[in-house]
């Protein structure tokens, strides 16, 4: 069974940094790509960045030029770093990851809140 596993979220000022986890436990999967979304309450979940298994990436737009998404293959753990936040980028992140033949697993969810 695939678990994954985030860590990284907090309290932050505007302006402030913070890096965002994932780690793949369990069972060996062959990874597709492994991504960061948001979803804020009321609102569809919607994605961060992407990294896919050749190590192309996607941002939205909102997030271009302040965030930056990274893996660690041999650690089976992808990062997003997040530079410059802004109190919009307050709300609950998810990691997922696509493995396989079409599975898809997400992780718990991670606060991050931006507030002075």
């Known amino acids: 069974q695939v678990q994954l596993v985030e860590s990284g979220g907090g309290l932050v000022q505007p302006g402030g940094s913070l890096r965002l986890s994932c780690a793949v436990s369990?069972?060996?999967?062959?990874?597709?790509?492994m991504g960061w979304y948001r979803q804020a309450p009321g609102k569809q979940r919607e994605q961060v960045a992407v990294?896919?298994?050749?190590?192309?990436?996607n941002y939205a737009d909102s997030v271009k030029g302040r965030f930056t998404i990274s893996r660690d293959n041999a650690k089976n753990t992808v990062y997003l770093q997040m530079n410059s936040l802004k109190p919009e980028d307050t709300t609950v992140y998810y990691c997922?990851?696509?493995?396989?033949?079409?599975?898809?697993?997400w992780g718990q969810g991670t606060q991050v809140t931006v507030s002075s």
């Open positions: 997922k990851l696509l493995y396989g033949y079409g599975l898809v697993a």
């Open positions: 369990g069972s060996t999967v062959s990874i597709n790509a």
């Open positions: 990294i896919r298994s050749g190590g192309s990436t």
